[in-house]
């Protein structure tokens, strides 16, 4: 027999045992397409944040160069004040990825507080703290951000706090639900049992197993928060000059689509590259986190 | 059931009002509708501006501004608008309907489509056809749709130039004026909502496809559909009468909790295609610091919102056997 197939008494069974976390690392790892969207979302942050400061043109720099399309010294193009459009696209995407990325942190954090109280406590406290969130879902979400963001927005962390005002109520439902179904769990029964303080078994017990859960929808809102963003933008309510956007550029770029489509193009692309690649991201750690999937994707 | 509808009735009457309550004083609290008047340059004299704030009810607090607009609202007055000519009550009426062709035939075909296409993947579960139409899906949930919507536009023009003449319109909601004759109205009418109708659908429609696919694939697999096939039935009759008649009844709450975010995309969709509809009102509205119209448009979004919970909790019962109230 070889040495290495020689297991001392406890490693009869050959099952090597691996944490939560290897074990959800792993199964991600099988989802191909979320760790081929992993790795272009990375890349794409690289460079939205060192390319655009490696670029040799600077995003509102006017060069020479009026309207020409995408070519070897300007890849996107130039707009007709001979802004480089590459430049632009990269300055767009850090603005639409720290609106969105704080976005969802922020709903995350306010939305997920907010669930786990209402649904560990139950009762009137549940009752009034869901009503709360119902009223906030029963407005079209973007004509609200719309009215606040015309009087109060303009820059980019007034117009993330202004959706982040209206998404945490999503977060907080489905937090709500998590928790409910985590309550009744027998571990919670035990922790109760040992006399732990409800702040310690919100904290340590049901946070921490519903942080699947949350995650996944985290992902979800960053790529709603970025879709919405630059619908609000196109509407002349979000990111104004001289600031920008994805969603600013396209909405720019629009009564030139005949003229110069590349203007159009490359940010709408950029938009969907994005929102595309955290929903897959979002799809793979559902089902790594799922702890009843035990099938691997083919 | 009955008493459970009258109850459930019965309660989104305060959640409509607190609702309303909270988007008026939104609206108050966020815009100044004398700020156009007075950033004009010449600014517009002191006695133009005192004018306008007791037209306005300006000068009264926010509360019983609150209570005579809701007041009001019963009688078919929605307030005072910042163009003194203008009748919200009226304006919001003749943008309602227009606003209503474009979201209900779009929610018809992004059904039709979402069942179709969430059937036929599960079916198919891992075929080309699944790992296609589940790109695609993704595709629409990441476009936003005013880019789709613009490419729309944009290929309906090179169509049209391509044609040498007005195939399809691509601008506005009907003909400005339209054409003599019931039949040549309607069709005028109908081929404007062509290309707007497609792109609100397509956006929509992604979403629940894959839902309808992931609540297709739990019917399948559990075990009283097996039962079904063990006792003889074809593979067709399960599916159609055990399967997808269960599978479904998920995807009405799904699809009327999603109203809302349809009435959003709507805004963006009739901005592109220059529809006057309730998005180009709203968007005017609150460019224009029009505070009793935007909060009307937010009331009547809301009513719209809750009617459809209502209807949602409603249907669920009736089209689910095991739910019963008491």
């Known amino acids: 027999m070889p040495e290495t197939l020689v297991k001392s008494p406890d490693r009869e069974f050959t099952v090597e045992e691996r944490s939560q976390a290897q074990l959800v690392f792993r199964r991600f790892l099988q989802h191909r397409a979320a760790v081929v969207s992993l790795c272009v979302f990375v890349v794409l942050i690289l460079l939205a944040y060192v390319g655009g400061w490696l670029w040799k043109y600077d995003a509102g720099q006017y060069t020479p160069d009026n309207s020409v399309p995408p070519s070897w010294d300007h890849p996107f193009g130039t707009d007709s004040a001979g802004r480089d459009q590459f430049a632009q696209v990269l300055r767009g995407t850090r603005i639409s990825l720290q609106v969105s990325v704080s976005v969802a942190i922020l709903a995350t954090l306010v939305g997920t507080l907010w669930g786990s109280v209402a649904g560990y406590f139950g009762g009137w406290v ?3 703290m869901m009503r709360i969130s119902d009223l906030v879902l029963t407005l079209p979400l973007i004509a609200v951000a719309a009215m606040l963001a015309h ?3 303009g820059s980019w962390y007034l117009i993330a706090l202004v959706i982040a005002a209206l998404y945490w109520a999503y977060v907080s439902r489905v937090a709500r639900g998590v928790v409910l179904s985590l309550r009744e769990k027998e571990f919670v029964e035990a922790a109760k049992a040992l006399g732990a303080s409800d702040t310690r078994i919100i904290l340590r017990h049901l946070v921490p197993n519903a942080l699947g859960s949350i995650l996944v929808n985290l992902t979800i809102l960053v790529a709603l928060a970025i879709l919405l963003e630059t619908s609000l933008s196109y509407l002349g309510f979000g990111v104004t000059p001289p600031d920008t956007s994805l969603g600013l550029l396209v909405s720019e770029a629009q009564t030139a689509l005949t ?16 929102a595309l690649t955290i929903n897959f991201i979002g799809d793979g750690l559902r089902d790594a986190f799922d702890p009843q999937q035990t099938k691997v994707r083919q | 059931m009955l008493a459970f509808a009258v109850r459930r009735i019965l309660y989104s009457i305060p959640v409509l009002i607190v609702a309303s309550f909270i988007i008026f004083a939104l609206g108050s609290a966020s815009a100044d509708p004398l700020a156009p008047l007075r950033e004009k340059n010449p600014p517009a004299p002191q006695n133009v501006i005192d004018a306008e704030t007791i037209r306005l009810h300006l000068d009264q607090p926010l509360l019983q501004r609150y209570f005579s607009w809701l007041g009001g609202i019963f009688t078919g007055d929605f307030g005072p608008s910042v163009v003194s000519t203008a009748n919200i009550g009226a304006d919001l009426g003749d943008r309602f309907l227009v606003t209503i062709r474009l979201i209900a035939l779009a929610m018809v075909i992004a059904l039709i489509l979402a069942v179709v296409i969430g059937v036929l993947t599960a079916v198919k579960q891992y075929s080309k056809f699944d790992y296609t139409a589940t790109f695609l899906g993704f595709l629409f949930l990441a476009m936003p749709a005013f880019w789709f919507a613009i490419l729309l536009k944009q290929a309906g023009i090179e169509f049209n130039g391509l044609v040498g003449t ?5 601008i506005g909601q009907a003909s400005v004026p339209p054409p003599q004759g019931t039949g040549a109205y309607i069709a005028d009418i109908i ?3 062509i290309l707007p109708t497609i792109s609100l659908a397509l956006i929509s429609y992604a979403a629940w496809s894959r839902f309808t696919r992931a609540s297709m694939l739990e019917v399948m697999n559990s075990d009283y559909v097996r039962l079904a096939r063990a006792k003889g039935l074809t593979r067709r009759t399960v599916m159609v009468k055990h399967g997808l008649r269960t599978a479904l009844i998920p995807l009405t709450t799904v699809t009327a909790l999603d109203i809302a975010s349809i009435i959003g995309g709507a805004v963006v969709t009739e901005n592109v295609f220059q529809w006057k509809g309730m998005g180009d009102y ?5 460019r224009m610091n029009d505070v009793y119209a935007t909060a009307s448009w937010l009331l009547i979004a809301a009513t719209v919102v809750i009617a459809f919970n209502l209807i949602a909790d409603l249907l669920y019962g009736v089209l689910d056997p095991r739910i019963r109230y008491a």
């Open chain 1, 126 to 128: 549940d009752t009034l």
């Open chain 1, 151 to 153: 009087n109060f927005g």
């Open chain 1, 259 to 274: 003229t110069r489509p590349w203007l159009f193009y490359f940010p709408g692309l950029f938009i969907i590259i994005i």
């Open chain 2, 166 to 170: 007005q195939a399809i319109y691509t």
């Open chain 2, 191 to 193: 081929g404007h909502m």
């Open chain 2, 282 to 286: 709203l968007v005017n509205s609150i």
